[in-house]
T-cell receptor, first 114, second 113 residues
Framework: DVKVTQSSRYLVKRTGEKVFLECVQD?????MFWYRQDPGLGLRLIYF???????EKGDIPEGYSVSREKKERFSLILESASTNQTSMYLC?????????????FGPGTRLTVL | GNSVTQMEGPVTLSEEAFLTINCTYT??????LFWYVQYPGEGLQLLLK?????DKGSNKGFEATYRKETTSFHLEKGSVQVSDSAVYFC????????????FGTGTLLAVQP
């Protein structure tokens, strides 16, 4: 089974702090994604990566950056956390082969910014 | 652009009732279609998928048929259980090199004993 793990299930940070959310997948997937999930808004794509050191902006990249130094690891960085970044953050990965485009998700990190 | 529209919830059913959650899509080309489920406090899990017109995806008693003529992918289950209570997301693939998924806003299902 595909396994996607995220470094923390719950995280509480202060406004202005730099925050790192880590995601690791064990299926050698080329593609990795970061979403945030908010009530009434569904999932919104922040950034994605289709190869090591490659990244592309999603629909809401402002206030975030990402890093992908190794194929299995994709990090989301909040340079200076703000209260409007309080949310559930979901990481996902997928393979580029097979044409199915199914994504596999981690359990999520619920981030609270005070 | 591509988009997914699914029925708003919450949907409240009694145990053993029949479930339908509607999903329609707008897309160019021939996307793959997916249903994901999110149980309380967890991430999303892939429930079922279909890659071409008239395909039927099925898993855990849930089914959905890819209907190109009506651009729909409705989720159905003949007899729901309390353990099916969750949020259900319909999604389609953007295809191409970017491999992005477009998600609906989700439908909360609450099954009462």
């Amino acid at each position: 089974d595909v396994k996607v793990t995220q470094s923390s299930r719950y995280l509480v940070k202060r406004t202005g702090e730099k925050v790192f959310l880590e995601c690791v997948q064990d299926m050698d997937h080329e593609n990795m994604f970061w979403y945030r999930q908010d009530p009434g808004l569904g999932l919104r794509l922040i950034y994605f990566s289709y190869d090591v050191k490659m990244k592309e902006k999603g629909d809401i990249p402002e206030g975030y950056s990402v890093s992908r130094e190794k194929k299995e690891r994709f990090s989301l960085i909040l340079e200076s956390a703000s209260t409007n970044q309080t949310s559930m953050y979901l990481c996902a990965s997928s393979s580029s082969s097979g044409g199915l485009w199914a994504q596999y998700f981690g359990p999520g990190t619920r981030l609270t910014v005070l | 652009g591509n988009s997914v529209t699914q029925m708003e919830g919450p949907v409240t059913l009694s145990e053993e009732a029949f479930l339908t959650i509607n999903c329609t899509y707008t897309a160019t080309g021939y996307p793959s279609l997916f249903w994901y489920v999110q149980y309380p406090g967890e991430g999303l899990q892939l429930l079922l998928k279909a890659t071409k017109a008239d395909d039927k995806g099925s898993n855990k008693g849930f089914e959905a048929t890819y209907r190109k003529e009506t651009t729909s992918f409705h989720l159905e289950k003949g007899s729901v259980q309390v353990s099916d209570s969750a949020v259900y997301f319909c999604a389609l693939s953007g295809g191409g090199a970017t491999n992005k998924l477009i998600f609906g806003t989700g439908t909360l299902l609450a099954v009462q004993p």
